[in-house]
């Protein structure tokens, strides 16, 4: 297991947000991935339009997760309508 930093811009509607949130953490508990924080940064203007959105909700998290899935979760994940950019970062902690 390595931990990550994982930050998300999801759709700024309410109902999508709860539902692309609801997606991650469920996809974080199908790997077996253990979450040790998770920060909801609020709805915020984008710097620039991503997939015509000029709004994202951002919610960051600190999980550890299996490298080995690390590909198959980010492929998943790119297909999902809701969350329209996400990072994995390798944390040094």
């Known amino acids: 297991m390595r931990t990550y930093e994982v930050t998300f811009i999801f759709r700024s ?3 999508l947000f709860k539902k692309g949130l609801e997606f991650v953490k469920s996809e974080f508990a199908r790997y077996g991935a253990t979450v040790q924080k998770e920060e909801d940064m609020g709805d915020r203007t984008l710097a620039y339009p991503i ?6 909700h ?6 550890d997760f299996p490298q080995d899935k690390i590909v198959e979760l980010d492929k998943l994940l790119k297909l999902q309508t809701e969350i329209l950019k996400f990072l994995f970062i390798v944390s040094e902690v």
Do not use: H, S
Not at 51 to 56: F, P, T
Not at 58 to 63: D, E, L, P, R
């Open 13 to 15: 509607e309410e109902d």
């Open 51 to 56: 997939k015509k959105q000029a709004r994202g």
């Open 58 to 63: 951002y919610t960051m998290f600190v999980v």
